[in-house]
């Protein structure tokens, strides 16, 4: 039976909350890079990995050395990072991300090698999704040898709190609560997940940019951001600092070759102060941001990254009301 | 990997959302002009030969050259113009069997795959194109060409082949010393043939690899070895930080 290769699933996802301390959950650090479900098939040697829009990346990072770390068919659940300093680096995570060409795929595995922080197990000859998640804890322990490429994600006990403090003040992210007792619910963004980050995050589609001057001329200045409400676009300000030259550059030049006249629907309104040119709204990228203005904008917005693993549909304005 | 083109394939009253996908990968070693001095991008810049001003997008016409200096001009509305029909739609217009068609034909090949929507009428399509070891034929527009594409089934999908059209292939007799016949003995004919017989084994294309650009790679992988992050030591000093983050609590409940 190979079924469960194949099988498409959703990873189970997060819902935004405060720093708890709960002896019925556990708390993981949030490792932020790329999930990814890997699906290991020892005995035909194969690797299937799948990201949360189930997108295919398995060709992506070949230095993921599944085959070394298990013995035993699994389905793992984890999160994609690219370490600098022991810590995820989003920059070079990113310069993983949009190469197609095996040479270079092969060059930058090396350059800048990713590896899996494997948090939960779904599958290991029979299916775990109705498992307690301590369950499954256990059961992924034991499965999985650890390699250089495919890590544990350890947890504590009970000490919420006082692990956010510690964990922001390295300068991690943030935390995961789990609560202990839960079952994997695939697709969904459930409460007994909960996501505790220091800074606030939005995804959100880039619907155009705005030119720039000085060193950016010739280049965008900022990138026009927008969420869905329904159907139509709601703007949400501009972005115009936490990206390099070089990343201007190049994206600049993917932005030109996706311009359109027509406005995006719900956007028709919008007035700019500089001359804004629109895009087709397929890029969507993280944004860093202090708190939302009486308008309904983004303040002091920093750009962290573009992500391909999430589709515009999945930026709403929801993620706002959560904050 | 992304789709090059969105649209749809029909014939009769059938029609099947679909996309492309590029089958080959081409250029896998690119190289970019950088100044040797300070290692700067080196970028093109538009000059009119004339007034020697750099021009924008949108001060360029095209001109199809008639002869030296003298050019008929197209302008933007002119192209808009044109009847490009087959847009986001390609309308197949016959079958045939594909025995009838050259080879020589063919040029690029894509991968059509299915849109929302589409999965049962694609599905038709290629297994019916396979018990009648048929062929579609029509065409396609693209980056502002009409293109005649060919639609056939291929290893569990649909491919689609871009084709030259009849007139763009050259008639070989054109080319000096095509189709000579000279006078040769049967013993020599023979011999190339046991010639060719004995070399002859089944084809392994995976055995032919481009050992050029092998090196090429090899030669880059070589220029940036000591560059690399060292997996090893970042898994150590993201566990020690794990390990340091739990002593503290535990010290706290100590």
Same mark, same amino acid.
């Given at each position: ?6 099988k ?19 708390y ?12 290991v098939?020892? #005995?035909?040697?194969r ?9 295919d990346i398995? !060709?992506? =990072?070949?230095?993921l050395?599944?085959? /070394?770390? *298990?013995e035993?068919?699994?389905?793992l659940?984890g999160?994609?990072?690219v370490l ?5 680096s989003?920059r070079?995570?990113q310069k993983? +991300?949009?190469?197609?060409?095996k ?5 930058l595995?090396?350059?800048y090698?990713?590896?899996l922080? @494997?948090?939960d ?9 109705d498992h ?8 992924l ?13 350890d947890?504590?006990k009970?000490?919420?709190? *006082? ?6 003040e ?9 609560k202990v007792d839960?079952? !994997?619910?695939?697709g969904?963004?459930s409460?007994n997940?909960?996501?505790i ?28 951001l ?16 936490g990206f390099?030259? #070089?990343?201007?550059k190049s994206?600049? /030049?993917?932005?030109?070759k996706?311009?359109i006249d027509?406005?995006p629907?719900?956007?028709?309104k ?22 939302i203005t009486?308008?309904?904008k ?8 573009l992500?391909?693993d999430?589709?515009? #549909? ?6 706002l009301?959560?904050? | 990997?992304? @789709? ?6 029909s ?7 679909i ?11 690119q190289?970019?002009?950088?100044h040797?001095?300070?290692g700067?991008?080196?970028r ?15 001060e360029v016409?095209?001109g199809?050259?008639?002869a030296?200096?003298?050019?008929v001009?197209?302008?933007d509305e002119?192209f ?10 390609i309308?197949?217009?016959q079958?045939?069997d594909p025995?009838e068609?050259?080879?020589i034909?063919y040029?690029?090949f ?5 849109d929302k929507?589409g999965e049962?009428a ?8 396979k018990?009648t070891?048929s ?14 594409v060919?639609?056939?089934? =291929? ?8 084709l ?6 050259r008639?070989?007799?054109e ?5 000579? #016949?000279?006078?040769?003995n049967k013993?020599?004919?023979e ?6 017989l004995?070399?002859k ?5 995976? +055995? =032919? ?5 092998? @090196? ?13 992050i060292? *997996?090893a +030591?970042?898994v150590?000093?993201a566990?020690s ?8 609590l535990?010290?706290l409940? @100590?």
């Amino acid at each position: 039976m190979t079924d469960w290769f194949y099988k498409k699933i959703y990873p189970m996802l997060a819902v935004k909350g405060e720093p708890f301390s709960d002896e019925n959950f556990i708390y993981e650090i949030k490792w932020d890079g790329t999930r990814c479900l890997a699906y290991v098939d020892v #005995e035909n040697g194969r690797i299937r990995l799948q990201n949360r829009r189930l997108i295919d990346i398995t !060709y992506r =990072y070949p230095e993921l050395d599944f085959l /070394n770390a *298990v013995e035993q068919n699994v389905i793992l659940d984890g999160e994609i990072v690219v370490l600098k300093e022991g810590k995820p680096s989003f920059r070079l995570l990113q310069k993983r +991300e949009h190469v197609v060409s095996k040479t270079k795929i092969s060059l930058l595995s090396k350059l800048y090698p990713a590896v899996l922080f @494997a948090f939960d197990v779904l599958y290991d000859g029979e299916w775990l999704l109705d498992h307690p998640l301590i369950e499954r804890k256990k059961i992924l322990s034991e499965v999985v040898q650890e390699t250089n490429h495919v890590l544990l994600a350890d947890y504590v006990k009970k000490e919420g709190e *006082v692990f956010y403090n510690k964990v922001t003040e390295v300068g991690l992210e943030g935390i995961i609560a789990k609560k202990v007792d839960s079952r !994997y619910e695939a697709g969904k963004r459930s409460e007994n997940w909960i996501k505790i980050k220091k800074r606030n995050t939005v995804d959100c589609t880039i619907v155009g940019w705005l030119e720039g001057e000085g060193r950016r001329e010739g280049y965008f200045g900022s990138l026009v951001l927008a969420l869905k409400d329904n159907n139509n676009f709601v703007h949400i300000g501009q972005v115009g600092t936490g990206f390099d030259d #070089e990343f201007v550059k190049s994206f600049y /030049n993917e932005l030109r070759k996706v311009e359109i006249d027509k406005k995006p629907k719900g956007l028709e309104k919008e007035e700019f102060k500089r001359k804004i040119h629109w895009v087709k709204p397929i890029y969507v990228c993280e944004v860093e941001f202090l708190e939302i203005t009486k308008d309904g904008k983004l303040r002091a917005p920093v750009f962290l990254r573009l992500r391909d693993d999430k589709s515009v #549909e999945e930026c709403t304005v929801e993620q706002l009301r959560l904050i | 990997m992304r @789709a090059v083109w969105k649209g749809s394939v029909s014939f009769g009253l059938v029609s099947i959302p679909i996309k492309l996908y590029n089958a080959t990968l081409s250029k896998e070693l690119q190289f970019h002009m950088l100044h040797a001095e300070d290692g700067g991008r080196i970028r093109f810049k538009k000059v009119c030969e004339k007034c020697g001003k750099e021009v924008s997008k949108d001060e360029v016409v095209r001109g199809y050259q008639l002869a030296k200096n003298e050019y008929v001009i197209l302008t933007d509305e002119d192209f808009q113009k044109m009847p490009l029909r087959s847009v986001k739609s390609i309308d197949i217009k016959q079958f045939f069997d594909p025995s009838e068609l050259n080879f020589i034909y063919y040029s690029n090949f894509y991968y059509i795959s299915p849109d929302k929507g589409g999965e049962r009428a694609y599905y038709l399509l290629k297994e019916a194109l396979k018990d009648t070891n048929s062929m579609g034929i029509g065409k396609i527009g693209m980056r502002g060409r009409e293109n005649l594409v060919a639609i056939k089934a =291929y290893n569990g999908g649909l491919v689609l082949a871009q084709l030259h059209y009849f007139d763009e292939v050259r008639n070989p007799y054109e080319i000096p010393n095509w189709g000579v #016949e000279v006078e040769v003995n049967k013993e020599e004919l023979e011999l190339a043939k046991k010639l060719i017989l004995a070399m002859k084994k089944p084809l392994k294309l995976e +055995e =032919y690899r481009d050992e050029y650009k092998e @090196a090429l790679n090899k030669l880059i992988e070589a220029k940036i070895a000591g560059k690399e992050i060292k *997996v090893a +030591e970042e898994v150590k000093a993201a566990k020690s930080l794990m390990d340091a983050l739990k002593a503290s609590l535990e010290s706290l409940e @100590a």
